[in-house]
């Protein structure tokens, strides 16, 4: 013998009715926390950015342009 029951709820209802934890509130704050550090790790992307944080420790213009010509076989 079979017997099928279907019921027709909202998963927040089936939540309840079965007696599990609501992990909403915590779910929406670790996921504002990842959207956070995503966005911040897409800002360290900017070009503006790369250049402001590389500028103080990159070499001078004439390390530069040493290494440049180094390169391409001028050296002086």
Known sequence: MKVTINVECTPEE?????????????????????????????????????????LPVAPGTEQWQALFSKWRGEEK
Do not use: C, H
């Not at 915590?26 to 956070?36: F, I, N, P, S, T």
């Not at 897409?42 to 590389?54: H, Y």
């Open 14 to 54: 089936a939540r309840i009715f079965l007696g599990l934890p609501n992990w909403k509130p915590m779910q929406d704050r670790m996921m504002k926390g990842a959207e956070e550090r995503v966005q911040s790790y897409f800002k360290k992307l900017d070009p503006k950015e790369l250049v402001r944080t590389w």
